[in-house]
Antibody, heavy 124, light 108 residues
Framework: QLQLQESGPGLVKPSETLSLTCTVS??????????GGWIRQPPGKGLEFIAA???????YYKPSLRSRVTISVDLSKNQFSLTLSSVTAADSAMYYC????????????????WGQGTLVTVSS | DIQMTQSPSSLSASVGDRVIITCRAS??????LNWYQQKPGKAPKLLIY???SLQSGVPSRFSGSGSGTDFTLTISSLQPEDFATYYC??????????FGGGTKVEIK
């Protein structure tokens, strides 16, 4: 059973860079069907897609966050990572990593496996 | 960006009720529409993908329909474990992948 686990600091100072890692177990991320994605959820609010990457390094980002976000993959560790620069209080949220399954036959994408989430607070 | 509008934003219902949640896209997304359930303190769970395909392990009381801009999630007979917040998400406009604002289903 594929499992995902987020890790990273729970507290980041304003203007600094947030770095999170998602470790995948129970399966390989080196699959044409696997995209590793990051989604966040501010307290009491809805879900926001941030970015996704596949094993070959194909990436896509939410346009409004693109200038501050970098997503990367480490196949040797079965991990993918997110950095978000110049953070403000508005970036405080629960951050989830998830597998975005890509059906190569139909072209459908959906987030079918999620980590438990990690709460990040931006505060001095 | 595609905008996804869910209605209602919240509803109260009783066990056994039929519940319908709607999601409207600001442009045609064919059937690139997914539904998720989220319980407090938990990660979202995929219920429906491609507008009407039931994810493995999800009870058959959940169903999805629609195409183009208008979609619905139906719970045929609400169970105690179904009280949660439900989100739609379009997967048409990579890279944006916008979620709807959510519908909270509460106990009447």
């Amino acid at each position: 059973q594929l499992q995902l686990q987020e890790s990273g600091p729970g507290l980041v100072k304003p203007s600094e860079t947030l770095s999170l890692t998602c470790t995948v177990s129970g399966g390989s991320i080196s699959s044409s069907s696997f995209y590793g994605g990051w989604i966040r959820q501010p307290p009491g609010k809805g879900l926001e897609f941030i970015a996704a990457i596949n094993y070959s390094g194909i990436t896509y980002y939410k346009p409004s966050l693109r200038s501050r976000v970098t997503i990367s993959v480490d196949l040797s560790k079965n991990q993918f990572s997110l950095t978000l620069s110049s953070v403000t209080a508005a970036d405080s949220a629960m951050y989830y990593c998830a597998r975005q399954y890509y059906d190569v036959l139909t072209g459908y994408y959906y987030f079918d496996r999620w980590g438990q989430g990690t709460l990040v607070t931006v505060s001095s | 960006d595609i905008q996804m509008t869910q209605s209602p934003s919240s509803l109260s219902a009783s066990v056994g009720d039929r519940v319908i949640i709607t999601c409207r896209a600001s442009q045609n997304i064919n059937n690139y529409l997914n539904w998720y359930q989220q319980k407090p303190g938990k990660a979202p769970k995929l219920l429906i993908y491609a507008a009407s395909s039931l994810q493995s392990g999800v009870p058959s009381r959940f169903s999805g329909s629609g195409s183009g801009t208008d979609f619905t999630l139906t719970i045929s007979s609400l169970q105690p474990e179904d009280f949660a917040t439900y989100y739609c998400q379009e997967s048409y406009s990579t890279p944006s992948l916008t979620f709807g604002g959510g519908t909270k289903v509460e106990i009447k």
